[in-house]
């Protein structure tokens, strides 16, 4: 459990790799563990931006117009602290989770910065044995959970605006959609096995015009290890209603799967999506491009949007040294009363990623993204280019 509790605040925007932390460990006179680790990284980015004439694609996010611009940032992995205490109590294993997630960027263009953002982005109690364990409170979501944390951009930059007062996109909005830290109680089978299931409850969103919430939405997430292969799917399903009595009632739906082949200096991976209700980048709402709706999850008349995406990646290792590219897209379909149009974003990345020391690792990266829309009138395109140098110290 204390390894599960650290490789979460470790891994997804929360660490990018547990295996390079080596953290402060304490065993206390009460028989209980404190331990302490998380990571600090500053990127040095430049972005040049063109534009073909679009100008707010609902969920576009790449801008309209010329632009260039230099920063420095946090990449999609922001700075982190987690504190984490476990003790066993009969044969009850349990444990406690904090997870602090600040950043070095307010934004870029400021020179008096007093305070860059600090987000508390893990939250959470843990209760386990041998039966396997629950996790209740704010924690990573189900949905969608194997694609990001499969993605290599979490140890650099991947795709976003120039200068953003939060962290990069990486791939996400190009791939998958974020599944971002939320209230939960979640089930998990115990660990040690070649399958693992994971079922919760969530703290349910609004999609649209669907904001009265009486129901927990439900998501899973399984997978599956044999040898070097990985596969693994999610799901979830969300009920919302436009008013508390007599109000139209819809409900929101996705599923998520992929597989990985690894070896020791080789790996391959592929995952996709498909959702209806869920918007794109973010979860349900979205963000990106302008909508008279005040989201992207559906129509101005209430009809659900449908979006899917997927990404590619490879990876060879030699050495201290990993390569690795990624290909992937996520699309934003318009409803049949819009004209049956998409919004394509798609990033391309390319990196080098080099572990200077055991805690220590240097990334250089180039992402070239864009977003096209393809309305029934024809099509127009933003594009994008970001190289990024940066730092990563795990400990």
Known sequence: MKRSALLFGALMLGV????????????????WNFSFAGNVNIFAMYQSQSSSGNTGTPGGLVGAGEAKGFYY???????????SATGKEGNTDL??????????QCGGGAHDCFGAQIDMRQVYLTVGGSWGMITAGK???????????SDQTLFGVGGGGIAPSGTTLGRIGFGYIYPNFVAQMTYTTPAGRPGSLSIGLMDPSAFGQYGVNQIPRLEAEGS?????????????????????????SKTAVGGAGGVTYKTGQFSIHGSGYYGKGLGTTLMFNGTGGADPTGGLAADAAGTLRSSYG???QVTATSGKATVAGSYGSSYLKATA??????TENTLISGGIYYQATKSLKVVGEGDYM????????????????TGAFGLMLFY
């Open 95 to 104: 444990g406690v989770h904090f997870g602090f997630a600040p950043q070095v």
């Open 139 to 149: 924690e990573l979501g189900l949905y969608q959970r194997g694609n990001i944390l």
């Open 16 to 31: 990018a790799s547990a295996a390079n932390a080596q953290g402060l460990s304490m065993q206390m006179s009460n028989g």
């Open 73 to 83: 940032g946090t990449g999609l992995l922001p700075a982190f602290a987690t504190f």
């Open 337 to 342: 009363a819009e004209g049956k149009g998409k």
């Open 370 to 385: 864009w977003t096209k829309a393809t309305p029934s009138g024809g099509a127009t395109k933003n594009k994008a280019f």
């Open 224 to 248: 599956y290890t044999s040898g070097s292969f990985k596969v693994f799917a999610s799901g979830t399903v969300q009920n919302s209603k436009t008013a508390p009595s007599g109000g139209t």
């Open 310 to 312: 997927f990404f590619g």
